[in-house]
């Protein structure tokens, strides 16, 4: 088999298991949290590292911004033999809860995006296989994390998500916006390969706070508004990268919303002996939500929640194969 046209890799240069930032640089972040790492290929978008995890052997692939090249990267990565892929990065909160540094494991990815309409219809589900989806949430747990589990959107026009966009979002009760994972999940699907996806929250669209403070190469996401008449509230400009930033108290902007009854977005909650719902570790819950009388898990308006522990830290997968067909994943 010849090398591949964009990861310019060939069957055997990588592992079964990939993880996928969007960002090349962060191949390099997570390779420096390996035992050993090296550099396999790197063209245009696209940085491919082989590391070792405490034994575990994983490739790590960025697929730059968008499905479109995520898409590709899909692609390639199976036809060389990759079949497990973990789209890890960053989010955009689409409830009040949702906050800076909170980890998003994806259930699945509305499809405001035109890549994976290319190859199936609109109405087909993006979702992750059971199991990754599962081993991601345990793993999250695991190292005490605060992880939401629950629906996301993926977006082409990161410049146009308007205030009705987001208000429409956030009512429909999806958690958070990104930019890759339906194609991830609808390829990878038609593929037969295992996926899943795990975000961190670098911004939340919902309180107006913005993506930027990762880097100072990337840009703040601009919301446009609407002409229509609408209650106005205020805003920070920019996204605070820490409490004291005094640059996030003295900068507000006037942006339009629709002020909507809490009910809006509460639903039934899950049934104690849900897959999911079961796995919450004991807690108070929270103000506002509903859930067992055991504490053991909660709802509110922004999904399922778990323990409260907001880490500065970044979370590590390694895969570990057990047999041909299961796999167990942990966070470091």
Not at 66 to 90: F, K, M, Q, Y
Request: aromatic content about 4%; glycine content about 8%.
């Amino acid at each position: 088999m010849a090398k591949q046209p964009h990861l310019l890799v060939d069957e055997g240069d990588v592992h079964d298991v990939a993880l996928i930032p969007g960002n090349p640089d962060r191949v390099d972040r997570i390779a420096s949290h390996c035992d050993e790492s090296e550099l396999v290929a790197e063209n245009r978008e696209y940085r491919i590292v082989n590391a070792v995890y405490e034994g575990v052997d994983l490739t790590v692939c960025s697929t730059g911004i968008g499905c479109p090249s995520a898409a590709i990267a899909i692609e390639e990565l199976h036809n060389v033999g990759v079949d497990t892929v973990i789209r890890v990065g960053t989010c955009g909160g689409l409830q009040t809860d949702v906050e800076i540094g909170d980890m998003v494991v994806a259930t699945g990815a509305a499809k405001e995006e035109g890549t994976s309409k290319r190859y199936e219809s609109a109405t087909y589900p993006a979702v992750p296989d059971y199991g990754t989806l599962t081993a991601l949430v345990d793993a999250a747990e695991a190292n005490d994390e605060q992880v939401h589990v629950g629906p996301i959107v993926s977006d082409d026009a990161f410049y146009n998500e308007s205030d009705e966009y987001v208000a429409d979002w956030e009512e429909a009760g999806l958690l958070a916006i990104e930019m890759e994972a339906a194609a991830v999940f609808s390829l990878a699907r038609r593929r037969g390969m295992d996926a899943g996806a795990i975000c961190t929250a670098d911004g939340n669209l919902v309180a107006g706070t913005q993506k930027g403070a990762d880097s100072d190469e990337e840009p703040r996401r601009r919301r446009t508004t609407s002409a229509a008449p609408s209650t106005s509230r205020s805003t920070p400009s920019r996204r605070c990268s820490a409490p004291t930033d005094p640059g996030c108290a003295a900068t507000t902007r006037p942006t339009t919303a629709t002020t909507r009854p809490t009910t809006a977005t509460t639903r039934t909650p899950r049934p104690p002996g849900s897959p999911i719902g079961s796995r919450r570790r004991p807690r108070a819950a929270p103000a506002g939500s509903v859930g067992s009388s055991d504490g053991r898990w909660s709802r509110s308006a922004g999904g399922w929640r778990t323990r409260r522990t907001c880490s500065t830290s970044p979370s590590w997968w390694s895969c570990r194969r057990s047999s041909a067909s299961s796999r167990s994943c942990r966070t470091r």
